[in-house]
């Protein structure tokens, strides 16, 4: 595939959302830029994965199976 796209004047580029969806790339993807030859390599950052990347969708909070220990009731003495 190849497509044009512009450099905004704050030097930013927007990719086609067709591409974004096909690799994966979301709001706050980390991506490498590389030099190569006469041009440049744009690739998303491995080795950091969102929560929502792993799971399909970040994981829930479920206050019922939460461990909680009430640290102001505990006696020093007691083992």
């Known amino acids: 595939m190849v497509v044009v796209i512009k450099i ?3 030097g930013r580029l927007l990719l086609p959302k ?3 969806e096909k690799y994966h790339l979301g709001e706050g993807t980390e991506m490498v830029v590389t ?3 006469d ?4 690739s998303p950052r491995k080795g950091k ?3 929502a990347d792993v ?3 970040a ?6 199976r939460a461990l909680a220990i009430d ?9």
């Open 8 to 10: 905004d004047k704050q």
């Open 18 to 20: 067709e591409i974004g």
């Open 35 to 37: 030099e190569a030859g």
């Open 39 to 42: 041009g440049i390599n744009l």
């Open 49 to 51: 994965k969102r929560l």
């Open 55 to 57: 799971f399909g969708q």
């Open 59 to 64: 994981p829930s909070f479920d206050p019922a």
């Open 71 to 79: 640290i102001a009731n505990l006696d020093d003495d007691e083992p």
